[in-house]
């Protein structure tokens, strides 16, 4: 398993404990309100209540959001591995190849075959580069409506990358 897959898996373990926190003291409440016990309360109390049941839904939303984006980032730190192991195992054929150029003793036949299959690892290294994740290119940085590397393998994307929030940056 990777880093970041490993990273972001711990992510949401605690926002699902609060989550299941929120959902009792919603039960709990919720109990209460059908047997009668707020209404022996005070106005005061009941606008509390109120006000307390009003902070955990939007406590409970926010949460919701929070794994909604972790999960997104998990899903694109999947198809970014995945791109990238492609990339590693073009890369490494392509120097296999390339060792296999070096020895004089291949015929021409050999060479066009091995140089052939260089052209075709060439298309697939710039498709790979070329990846998306929910219709944005993975690897254009913050250019991401537009592929990273035009048809010839040269860099059209953004020196800069992206950013995703997950949770509150407090």
């Known amino acids: 398993e990777t880093r970041t897959s490993l990273l972001m898996g ?3 373990s605690p926002s699902q404990r609060h989550q299941q926190k929120l959902a009792r003291d919603k039960q709990k409440a919720t109990e209460e309100a059908s047997m009668g016990k707020s209404a022996k309360r005070g106005a005061s109390d009941n606008f ?3 006000a307390h049941d009003k902070r955990m ?3 409970n939303k926010r949460q919701q959001a929070y794994q909604e984006n972790a999960s997104k980032a998990q899903g694109y730190f999947r198809r ?3 791109a990238l192991e492609r990339a590693t195992d073009i890369l490494t054929r392509a120097r296999e190849l390339t060792v296999q150029f070096s020895n004089r003793s291949l015929s ?3 060479l066009t075959e091995a140089a052939n299959e260089i052209e075709g690892l060439h ?4 498709t790979v580069t070329n990846s998306t994740f929910n219709k944005q ?14 048809t ?3 860099y059209r994307g953004a020196d800069s990358g992206r950013t995703v929030q997950i949770g509150d940056t407090t």
């Not at 298309?123 to 710039?126: H, T």
């Not at 290119?137 to 592929?147: E, K, N, R």
């Open 10 to 12: 711990s992510a949401a």
């Open 48 to 50: 509390r209540a109120s």
């Open 57 to 59: 839904e939007n406590e």
């Open 80 to 82: 970014v591995d995945s």
């Open 108 to 110: 021409d036949t050999q």
């Open 123 to 126: 298309e697939a290294l710039i």
């Open 137 to 150: 290119y993975i690897f254009s940085g913050t250019l991401a409506d537009q592929p990273a590397v035009d």
């Open 152 to 154: 010839q393998g040269n």
